[in-house]
């Protein structure tokens, strides 16, 4: 379905309508029944569903709801700019008055907080939902301790 995303916006003979009927009718059913197997454990998947989705504008509130709860219940999140990415649109729907998701994702975006620790803290400013500049990053070298870093990689959901 990603790569099916990707060369449409590449394709733009039709409507951003004609794929996302295409998705309703006939791609949602299938991946809503594949989903465990393709985008529970795989989360560059999801990743790329969700930024295709959002570059779509198909907001389909089954497909959205199974991204979120897969993001909240994921043991670790390995990759920095995917979580970043994540709490950035949890928040942006979250805040939405408009939106099918105002105000219940609450619970999520506090799961997903705990992903933060002394490594990602330093460089993440997880309530403002942005990374901090190379600028701000010089600015509080003083105040990290060696142990705030990490040096090796951690292990896989």
């Known amino acids: ?10 394709n733009r003979t039709h409507h951003r309508d004609h794929l996302r009927e295409l998705l309703q009718a006939h791609l949602k059913p299938v ?6 197997k393709e985008a529970e454990y795989h989360q560059r ?8 989705l959002e570059h779509i504008e198909f907001y ?15 043991k670790r999140i390995n ?9 950035q649109t949890m928040r942006r729907f979250n805040s939405n008055p408009k939106g099918a ?3 219940k994702l609450d619970s ?3 799961k997903l907080g705990s992903h933060m620790n ?9 309530e403002n939902a942005r990374l901090y500049s190379l600028d701000e990053l010089i600015a509080r070298r003083d105040d990290t301790k060696y142990g705030d870093s990490v040096t090796t990689r951690g292990g896989e959901d």
């Open 31 to 36: 991946l809503l029944e594949k989903w465990d």
């Open 101 to 103: 998701f105002f105000k």
């Open 60 to 74: 389909d509130e089954d497909i959205w709801q199974k991204c979120f709860d897969t993001i909240s219940h994921k």
């Open 45 to 52: 998947n999801l990743f790329k569903l969700m930024h295709e």
């Open 118 to 126: 002394a490594n990602r803290k330093w460089r993440y400013d997880f």
């Open 1 to 10: 379905m990603i790569e099916i995303c990707e060369a449409f916006r590449d």
């Open 79 to 87: 990759n920095l700019t995917f979580l970043d990415y994540f709490n």
């Open 108 to 110: 999520h975006i506090e």
